[in-house]
């Protein structure tokens, strides 16, 4: 299962965010042994950027260490508004 991660960033704590969440991901990598992408929409709107985490293959019980390393890494006091998570799987067409 693939987890896909948004959330919205206020422009004025922008800076902060980058190093913190690819600091965060790296810690899941080599922990979880996951491929992990970080993301952006191109463009703020209304003062906030989206931007988006996202984690490959993780394993059952990724998302609860995935939240403990959040507020670990102090990601959560530079997010406006919830992170929103979404569960995709792998399409696999029958034989």
């Known amino acids: 299962m693939d987890l896909y991660i948004y959330y919205h960033v206020l422009t004025d704590k922008l800076p902060a965010l980058p190093q913190r969440a690819l600091s965060m991901q790296a810690q899941l990598s080599r922990q ?44 959560d006091q530079l997010i406006d508004g919830a992170r929103h998570i979404e569960q995709f799987l792998d399409f696999s067409p029958c034989a």
Not at 45 to 71: C, I, N, Q
């Open 32 to 75: 979880y042994q996951v491929k992990t992408e970080l993301k952006r929409r191109p463009h703020e709107k209304d003062g906030r950027t989206t931007w988006m985490e996202v984690y490959h293959d993780v394993p059952a019980d990724f998302e609860a260490a995935l939240g403990a390393s959040v507020v670990a890494n102090q990601l």
